[in-house]
């Protein structure tokens, strides 16, 4: 290939148009860039675009994850379950309340938690699961629920708000899968929390920043939480600065020694602008990943599958598993593409792979199939900012180099 001829393919960069721009502009025009009142439209228009009676933005989905784990009373002595195929952000936040995690590995073959082996996790101290809308495509709920329901007998809650569920409560780690449906129901309505991302790589994207939504079917007293998010995010203090505002309503107080990771409306700005386009967007990301999927399921190349019957993806990511192949084979072909202008990646290193988790005692050997499928696995450009040419070139570049590096 001649060097005039090598593009430059970024792996997921952002979406942003004058658009964004504009209204990123017109914000800090206002004078109001911090928590105000362009947040609180993001929240409305998140929640209803779900379908959830309210939603709250933070700064990130981490934020949301940790802080709902909080707001819960999970903590030391308790358990949280987890897959092992994962981000750090996923685990790390069950750490940070003190709480046990527990691994549980994927099923064969599969980026999903093995749901047969998620029962013998749950014990007496198990208080919540955090199941991954891995790629953008919802999870099996009805096996999660399933087994959550058989083990319902072993949870003791700790609190009034435990006592509501009244067994394991299921969070999901939703950071790719805003969006996403799943037999008539959007990625928010299933999980008892849903914890989003909004960040730079994501298919809506507030430069950083986060939400999580709760079922409207749990008797749970939307007004109270919302509140317990606002004053977790916002050092306990009894009234943000938007409330602060009002005539004479300087006086505050701090209910206890909380946190600092609200949205702004900077970030809030932004997202309204990318929701207003996320439909366009999503479609997008689906004729792409047909493409991909056109060219590499015949030749025996296996991806997760997005769409189907009863299940539509948000489409974040496209995730290959080349066959035949194993790390050092597979990272020759990142670094070939690369070369190439084609910047790919692997979702996920497993966690027992990673040195924070061998510190905690976690063996890769207890995950065997996390690992094979991270081994052969390459995460490919997803984002609309592709044009048909730029994906025909990934793909050209691809197979010219699979089929070669049977002979490294």
Known sequence: MKKADVRNIQFSPPDITDLEIAEVVNVMNSGWITTGPKTKEFERRIAEYVGTNMAVCLNSATAAMELTLRILGIGPGDEVI???????????????????????DTATDSFEMDYSKLANAITEKTKAIIPIDIAGKMCDY????????????????????????????????AAHAFGAERKGKKCGQVA????????????????????????????????????QYMLYSLHGQSKDALAKTQIGAWEYDIIYPAYKCNMTDIMAGLG????????????????????????????????????????SSAGHLYLARIPGIDEYKRNIIIVRMAKAGVTCNVHYKPLPLLTAYMNLGFDIKDYPNAFNVYKNEITLPLHTLLSDGDVEYVLENLLEIIRGIEFV
């Open 192 to 227: 008892d929390f849903t914890c989003y991302s909004f960040h730079a790589v994501k298919n809506l994207t507030t430069a950083e920043g986060g939400a999580v939504v709760w079922r409207n079917d749990l008797q749970l007293d939307d007004e109270w939480l919302y509140k």
């Open 142 to 173: 009805d096996a999660l629920y399933e087994v959550v329901e058989s083990k319902k007998e072993l949870f003791t809650p700790k609190n009034k708000l435990q006592s509501l569920f009244n067994r394991v409560i299921i969070m999901t780690d």
């Open 82 to 104: 987890t897959s092992a195929y994962t981000y750090t952000a996923t685990a790390s936040i069950i750490d940070h309340v003190g709480a046990k995690i527990v691994l549980v």
């Open 272 to 311: 309204l602008i990318q929701l207003n386009r996320f439909e366009a967007l999503k479609k997008r990301r689906k004729e792409i990943i047909e493409m991909y999927d056109k060219a590499l399921t015949p030749l025996g190349i296996q991806s997760l599958q997005h769409y189907g019957d009863n299940f």
